[in-house]
Nanobody, 117 residues
Framework: VQLQASGGGLVQAGGSLRLSCAAS????????IGWFRQAPGKQRELVAQ???????NYADSVKERFTISRDNAKDTVYLQMNSLKPEDTAVYYC????????????WGQGTQVTVSS
């Protein structure tokens, strides 16, 4: 599975960005797909993820501000980020978990999100 992330950039606090993650396989075959982020000097953390059944999970710090969605026709997952804060600054990574006979995890390349105060 290959994941192609895009959509990062520089934005002022309070602004919005939308990240995209295009998968090389049908998103129906992916158990969960979503976004993690890693800020300098910090551990990588879950931001949001969506299951094949459409169940979503968000980090408490982004609830009510970020929305994850999936376009199955395009095998693409989106992360709409509103009301961005400087503490959202990080490299964002797309992540997918595929479960067949074994559990396999895949990562896309990171995309930088920088929120200026």
């Amino acid at each position: 599975v290959q994941l192609q992330a895009s959509g990062g950039g520089l934005v002022q606090a309070g602004g919005s960005l939308r990240l995209s993650c295009a998968a090389s396989v049908s998103t129906f075959s992916i158990y969960t797909i979503g976004w993690f982020r890693q800020a300098p000097g910090k551990q990588r953390e879950l931001v949001a993820q969506i299951s094949s059944g459409g169940t979503t999970n968000y980090a408490d710090s982004v609830k009510e501000r970020f929305t994850i969605s999936r376009d199955n026709a395009k095998d693409t997952v989106y992360l709409q980020m509103n009301s961005l804060k400087p503490e959202d600054t990080a490299v964002y990574y797309c992540n997918a978990v595929v479960v067949t006979f074994v559990r396999a995890e895949y990562w896309g390349q990171g995309t930088q999100v920088t929120v200026s105060s």
